[in-house]
């Protein structure tokens, strides 16, 4: 897939989300970013795994008194296309990955997501 049909996937997988959240997300500039690869620091953190997305910064309702990176998502289209080869299937796991990231922001822990399928 083109990077730009990636972002569309991604995009899509935003504007399905229940307004309640999406406007949470916009409210406070929470963005979610379609990138090319992981950073080698998270490819060396899990090295035998594949990372589709991973969740940066403070989460929902918590205050941190010190500058810090900005909050965002970032999903990773290498990541993707290692693993699926049809884009409705990719599809499908971009919008879980969003999902999942997502319920990072919200304080969610990585067991509490799994339990939920994401």
């Known amino acids: ?7 569309t996937l ?3 997988s935003l504007e399905r989300l229940p307004a309640r ?13 379609a990138r090319q690869s992981a950073p080698l620091p998270l490819k060396k953190q899990f090295p035998d795994k594949i990372v589709f997305g991973v969740f940066i910064g403070v989460p929902y309702g918590r205050f941190v008194n010190m500058q810090s990176e900005p909050t965002r998502i970032e999903l990773y289209k ?7 080869k049809d884009n409705n299937e990719a599809a499908h796991q971009i919008r879980s990955t969003v999902v999942h990231e997502i319920a990072h922001y919200f304080g969610f822990s990585e067991a509490q997501i799994r339990k939920l399928g994401y």
């Open 1 to 7: 897939m083109t990077f730009e049909e990636f972002e």
């Open 10 to 12: 991604v995009e899509t």
């Open 21 to 33: 959240f999406s406007g949470i997300l916009r409210k406070n500039g929470i963005q979610v970013l």
């Open 78 to 84: 290498e990541s993707f296309e290692k693993v699926f």
